[in-house]
């Protein structure tokens, strides 16, 4: 192994009126000859600003490289000329980022976006080029290599263009491949694989790769080596075994301690009582078609849906993009309306009802979103976003105030909360703020929507802790979508796995986990990154501080 | 399917999607006719001088305006489809006539209108966006400021003023010089002489809004991830603004160019009134002047029919340059 | 203020101010300085600006420009802004029915705007005004005709996001009635977009009057730009200043109104501003 890059002191300076003056500060890192390294943390690390500046790709005039060396096989990277960074960008040092689709440019097809790299860095005929490009989609597993040089990205699936875009970094042999979160967007299985394609071309070129992630389940499955960074410092690096299993600092201790267990933990005894159940639920999309255009796609989200709820439990859907699981949910809540089957609440078949016969109803079930910025309306105060259901089934201002009150105290809130806007809170807070107007309607269940999946994995150990409190507190039931196996061994009590629309396999999540009927629940907890790592059945659960 | 096909079948999908929105433009038509006051039977009373009530009931009857509306709406319909557009008093000529004689001096101008705003335009907004926050850039956004807030008919004036009247450079109305009796291309000369000052004048307005789309386009477009991707790749930065940020940016600009036909076609009105250009806007002035509504409704038709048109070719040029269209 | 701070910060909008305060000034004093009739033939015809004691000049009939121009932004202003007044109240309540109820009524009430926007505006608005006989109110209808589908629009898009934002849904959860989750949630949150659009408007609505009375389809009874242009136009080789002082009038007001709704859309949308 020979060095290839290393970094001294790197401090990335931000603009002016930023909330900190360096988004990175002293950094120093190394990357050799055929190793991965991952570099972790949480949104505002500094983490992708390092992958750029080592490309030279920083935001400028605003942000910039303040002092520090970027020094790759000896040359300073932060003092060569642009023409040098241009030649050595693509052909010794690439890069893949988050966002395939907006990653590519939508209107020039990717076999003339690989071209480019060729035409730009060598001399080589047209028709070496097209092979060449034609044996590069072949290399990146992708079914119709002739036909993916044709195609446009938005042609192609999710996976399928973060790996014509690795078709593209990989083009010319790079020494260098710097991946900036390239799994994130990806679905749990499409990840699995798009990692496992990442490791086998870097092992067949001896590539070194600088791999960016916020995800330590994806640390676990391919670095070599590891670096943390905690606001723009560097606060931990060593190989992958010390790195997780003997962390040092607090931060990392913490971080790790944060990722969620994939061991389902113990199973309750089942209430007899069943307060939801679902019946044969049928939802068609439709998309396309109209006056004039002949028939349109149809989408089955939901087909043939059958489950219950029983009281106090908490039942996982769980499942990829697509499946189905939120409109199941929003079907139940009566945000989207079901075609045909039941959905029975104390023996009352909500799906049929009308929006005033539906009323008496909707408190008894209630919502709690994914997205903690858009689930509150950015100009009501917080106190009147949790008041207004109370006071329009009839209670009084007072009543109201109090009861608002009281469940900012119940989400770990502080009561001058009442009076501000939503903006003024962080991710987490917001995500609280969301549980209390679900609960200010004292309902019976709860359908909690990818809670947890917009915030950082620190602050997603809090607010699943608090929804597991306050559903034993309330004896709640809890219908909780998630695509995140390791959320739902956490929170669930009983899986129903969904593919395509269907319901593929329900039972008690600790059954589901050590013993999967279907063959796709055996692929989905096969694709759960760092599953081997992060199974510690005496581990204890270390919360972070509030965020 | 292939991509011919594909393309075939969007272009007729479009053809058919604009036929209920000509249907509506024709029933709105028939409507301001009966909005107006008095019908064509009072206008050739007047024109005659008096005539007795029962005349005038009998030629009411004659032309069908005794009908129920809605027979009278199926008989307009009818005569619209075959061209008919009723006739004109004023002119003693059918509307369709008087209108066809005029189309080629107003598309010739629009021809020559839209080439010089969306070329300009397109020019300056990639050098304002190329020079950000230079003196260039400073003096583009300037220039379009001011002429997107210009009156037009005071630009034909004020053209009119100096390059005319001062200058002696350009004639001050018309299209030719008849009394020259030119032809072939001294004829062509000639024209294209009297087409400069009517043609700048109308360019100035959509020059600057085609100059503030692209700049503010390129902005956008120049910001994006795929721009990042390309920088990565080692592509060189002409080629970035010149083919990945510039195919992208002109898009909206293309889009947009459909959209302004209409407003240019309004435009024209104005800007043949004040240099006598011989198109359907000097006639449209004319009709307003002798208040010859008949004509003036034909004249509103075609020209939304004839935005109609463009915007069918406009979407189909759009769709050959961005490929995510055929999905939908 | 937030807001003003930010708009400040902008120079051309400040400079667009100011030029619209002393526009508005002399629309306002205008029966002051001008106590007259507009149209009253006050003196010596064609005197250039300058002489006879006439500032900018007087017409053919002894028209004081001055005069003119004063009472001519009294209607320029006011027109401006009541048919923009008109087409936002229109374009929100059908951008609004359309946007949030989706399917049909979208559906029919696009298919308005589409052809709305497919007719050529200023035709439109020369037949409106020659139908209904020229007036302030005939003309205001058919500059808000001609102006609301735009409106609705941006309206209709707004409320298309908005409508499948989560806290609207949590509306939905709670069962709150569409009345109130259209004016309470909905609509306050895509207004600064919607002001933007309509102080634009008030430029071109400016600009549509001052056509239409170029062309003889101003109300006679009142003084306005467009009015005192059409009617110097003839006189352009002998009396230059009849056309070309009110002409002035209406680039700096529209210039104004352009500036200073740039200036808000810079002060509503912060990060916009940023990039360019």
């Known amino acids: 192994m020979t060095q290839l890059l290393d970094i001294k002191g790197l401090d990335i300076a931000l603009p002016a009126n930023s909330q900190r003056p360096l988004a990175v500060s002293g950094m120093d890192l190394q990357l050799s000859t055929n190793e991965i390294v991952c570099v972790v943390g949480e949104s505002g690390s500094g983490k992708s600003l390092t992958a750029r500046a080592i490309m030279g790709l920083l935001p400028a005039p605003h942000v910039r490289v303040a002092s520090g060396e970027i020094l790759f096989n000896g040359e300073d990277l932060v003092k060569v000329s642009d023409d040098r960074l241009r030649a050595l960008r693509g052909s010794e040092i690439s890069m ?205 989200a939901a087909d043939d849906v059958t489950f219950d709820l029983a009281r106090g439990e908490t039942l996982g859907i769980v499942g990829e993009s697509g499946s189905g699981k939120s409109t199941v949910a929003r079907c139940i809540v009566r945000l989207n309306d079901a075609e045909a089957g039941e959905i029975l609440l104390d023996g009352v078949d909500l799906r049929p009802l009308g929006r005033a016969a539906m009323r008496p109803h909707r408190s008894k079930i209630q919502m709690v979103f994914q997205d903690p910025f858009a689930s509150l309306n950015p100009r009501t105060r917080v106190g009147k976003i949790i008041a207004q259901g109370p006071i329009m089934y009839g209670a009084t201002q007072q009543d109201a105030k109090a009861r608002t009150l009281e469940l900012l105290d119940i989400v770990g809130l502080d009561a001058r909360a009442y009076d501000r806007y939503p903006h003024e809170f962080s991710g987490g807070q917001r995500q609280r703020i969301g549980i209390a107007r679900a609960l200010a309607l004292e309902p019976d269940i709860l359908v909690a929507d990818e809670p947890v999946s917009a915030l950082d994995v620190s602050i997603q150990a809090q607010i699943l802790t608090l929804l597991d409190d306050i559903r034993e507190r309330m004896n709640l039931s809890m219908v909780f979508i998630t695509h995140d196996l390791r959320v739902a061994a956490q929170v669930c009590d009983r899986l129903a796995v969904m593919q395509r629309g269907k319901v593929i396999e329900v039972g008690p999540t600790a059954q589901v986990f050590a013993d999967p009927q279907a063959e796709y629940t055996r692929q989905l907890l096969a694709a759960v990154p760092g599953k081997d790592w992060f199974s510690k059945p005496d581990a204890p659960k270390v919360v972070a501080a509030a965020g | 399917m292939s991509l011919t096909a594909r393309r075939a079948r969007y272009v007729v999908k479009r053809l058919l999607q604009s036929i209920p929105i000509v249907i509506a433009i024709v029933v709105l038509n028939f409507f301001l006719l009966q909005l107006a006051e008095g019908d064509a039977v009072d206008v050739l009373a007047g024109e005659a001088g008096s005539a007795t009530p029962e005349y005038m009931a009998e030629l009411r009857a004659k032309f069908g305006l005794d009908q129920p509306l809605s027979i009278q709406l199926a008989v307009y319909l009818k005569n619209v489809m075959f061209l008919d557009l009723g006739y004109s008093f004023r002119h003693e000529m059918p509307v369709s006539e008087l209108i066809a004689d005029r189309v080629l001096p107003t598309v010739l101008l629009m021809v020559s209108t839209i080439t010089i705003a969306v070329g300009f335009g397109v020019f300056l907004g990639l050098v304002a966006a190329m020079g950000l926050n230079t003196w260039r850039d400073t003096a583009i956004s300037i220039f379009a400021l001011i002429t997107y807030a210009t009156p037009l008919f005071w630009v034909g004036l004020m053209l009119i003023v100096v390059f005319s009247l001062n200058l002696g450079w350009f004639p001050t109305s018309g299209m030719e010089n008849f009394a020259m009796f030119y032809e072939g291309w001294d004829r062509v000369w000639d024209i294209a002489h009297h087409l400069v000052l009517p043609t700048i004048t109308l360019s100035l307005f959509y020059l600057a809004l085609y100059t503030r789309l692209m700049r503010a386009s390129m902005l956008e477009q120049a910001g994006q991830d795929y721009v990042t991707t390309a920088r990565a790749k080692g592509v060189t930065e002409n080629r970035i603004m010149f083919v990945h940020v510039l195919r992208n940016a002109l898009l909206p600009v293309v889009t947009m160019a459909g959209v302004q036909v209409g407003a240019l076609i309004g435009g024209s009105v104005i800007v043949e009134s004040v240099f006598a250009w011989p198109g359907l806007g000097m006639l449209a002035f004319e009709a307003l002047f002798s208040r010859d509504l008949n004509l003036l409704l034909g004249i509103f038709l075609l020209s939304a029919l004839l935005v109609v048109a463009v915007n069918l070719v406009v979407d189909i040029v759009y769709s050959t340059l961005d490929p995510r269209i055929e999905v939908n | ?231 110097g136009r003839t006189l352009l080789r002998s009396a230059w200043w009849i056309c070309t002082f009110p002409g002035i009038a209406i680039l700096l007001t529209v210039l104004a109104i352009n500036l200073v709704g740039e200036g808000i859309n810079d002060a509503l949308n912060p990060r916009l501003r940023e990039r360019s």
């Open chain 1, 96 to 300: 893949i980022f988050q966002e395939p689709m907006t990653a590519l440019n939508p209107v020039m097809t990717i076999g003339v976006q690989i071209d480019e790299v060729f035409r730009f860095h060598q001399k080589m005929p047209s028709k070496e080029r097209r092979a060449r490009a034609l044996q590069l989609l072949h290399d990146v597993q992708l079914p119709d290599p002739e036909q993916a040089l044709k195609a446009y990205p938005h042609e192609l699936s999710g996976g399928q263009r973060q790996r014509a875009m690795i078709a593209m970094a990989l083009a010319l042999d790079p020494k260098i491949l710097i991946a900036d979160e390239p799994t994130t967007a990806l679905d749990v299985t499409t990840q699995a694989q798009v990692l496992k394609l990442i490791k086998e071309m870097q092992e067949t070129h001896g590539t070194g790769v600088l791999f960016i992630t916020h995800d330590f389940g994806v640390v676990a499955d391919i670095a070599d080596r590891v670096c943390v960074m905690q606001n723009g410092l560097v606060v931990e690096t060593g190989t992958r075994d010390q790195v997780l299993r003997h962390p040092e600092h607090p931060y990392t201790k913490a971080l790790i301690g944060a990722v969620p267990d994939l061991m389902p933990r113990p199973a309750r005894p089942r209430s007899d009582e069943t307060v939801l159940k679902v019946n044969a639920l049928e939802k068609t999309y439709r998309s396309g078609g109209g006056l004039f255009g002949g028939k349109g796609r149809e989408v089955h």
């Open chain 3, 1 to 231: 203020m937030a807001f003003f701070k930010l708009f400040a910060r902008n120079r051309g909008a400040l400079i667009g101010l100011i030029i619209l305060g002393v526009v508005t000034f002399l629309a306002a004093t205008a029966h002051l300085f001008f106590p007259d009739d507009p149209f009253s033939l006050a003196g010596t015809p064609m005197s250039g600006p300058g002489q006879n004691g006439y500032l900018l000049g007087s017409d053919s009939l002894g028209r004081d420009v001055a005069a003119g121009i004063a009472h001519g932004a009294k209607t320029s202003l006011l027109i401006g802004l009541l048919a923009t007044l008109v087409a936002v109240c229109v374009g929100i309540v059908m951008g609004a029915l359309a946007g949030y109820h989706g399917g049909i009524i979208d559906n029919l009430l696009m298919r308005l705007t589409e052809m709305f926007q497919t007719i050529p505006s200023f035709i439109f608005a020369i037949l409106l005004v020659a139908i209904m006989k020229p007036s302030i109110e005939s003309i205001v209808i058919a500059i808000a005709v001609v102006s609301w589908p735009a409106v609705a629009r941006l309206v209709r898009g707004e409320f298309l996001s908005l409508r499948n934002r989560e806290f609207v849904q949590a509306c939905h959860t709670l069962g709150m009635s569409d009345t109130r989750i259209i004016l309470g949630e909905i609509l306050p949150n895509c207004l600064s977009p919607v002001i933007v659009i309509g102080s634009l408007m008030v430029a071109s609505a400016i600009l549509i009057e001052s056509g239409l009375a170029f062309l003889g389809l101003g109300d006679p009874n009142i003084m306005s730009w467009g009015f005192q242009i059409g009617a």
